[in-house]
């Protein structure tokens, strides 16, 4: 719980000084969608319980639906993220949701196209859903680099091809109804591509 409060805080001044510093910015708000891909690493127990579980295989190229909203500049900008993305394989589903506070900066190739890098910090939410197995959530941290390219479409609307590569600790256990612990999956990564449509105000 701890931990979870302090990520929670963390994000809350993240958006606070973001705002605070970015008062003459403008507002933009976008639509992202992609695939993720996560490292889901097994327990001991589970590995001893099941035989050729690929659990990196739960969520694997799933769509990844998104929204932001943040500041923006001809320089960089700032904004909060929340994703969402679900996966099952041989009988395991997880669900993860991600909260970003992000940073980015932009570097001009053309009149209209800008390439950007950043990175990002917050908090993951992930949850075990599977069928015939008690429900099991937990928050991690998430932490991790951005990059990608934008390309005008008019004053004011945008879209972009990025990646995102994500660091976490958030960790679920697997207990079939009415047995014991099989065991726990522990998320350790995800790398997500996307697609986005970004509108400036």
């Known amino acids: 719980m701890k931990t979870l409060n302090s990520l929670l805080a963390a994000v809350a001044v993240c958006a606070a000084g973001l705002a605070t510093s970015a008062q003459a910015d403008d507002t933009f708000a976008s639509l992202t969608y992609g695939q993720t891909s996560d490292k889901v690493r097994k327990s ?22 998104g929204v932001r909203l943040g500041q923006i500049n001809d320089q960089a900008r700032y904004y909060m993220t929340y994703d969402n993305v679900s996966g099952d ?3 395991l589903k997880l669900r993860q949701e991600n909260l970003l506070g992000s940073y980015d900066l932009f570097y001009p190739v053309g009149d209209t196209t800008k390439l950007f890098g950043g990175a990002s910090l917050g908090m993951t939410k992930l949850t075990q859903e599977s069928s015939g197995v008690s429900r099991d959530t937990d928050y991690g941290y998430a932490v991790g680099l951005q990059g990608g390219v934008i390309q005008q479409v008019t004053d004011n609307a ?11 600790n958030a960790s679920v256990e697997v207990s079939p109804h009415g047995e014991p612990k099989a065991g726990a999956l522990r998320l350790t990564s995800s790398a997500q591509t996307y ?5 400036r105000f």
């Open 44 to 65: 001991g127990l589970l590995q001893r319980n099941t035989e050729n579980l690929n659990t990196d295989g739960i969520i694997g190229k799933d769509g990844t639906w």
């Open 89 to 91: 394989h041989s009988g």
């Open 158 to 168: 945008s879209v972009e091809l990025g990646y995102r590569y994500l660091r976490s």
């Open 195 to 199: 697609l986005s449509a970004n509108y």
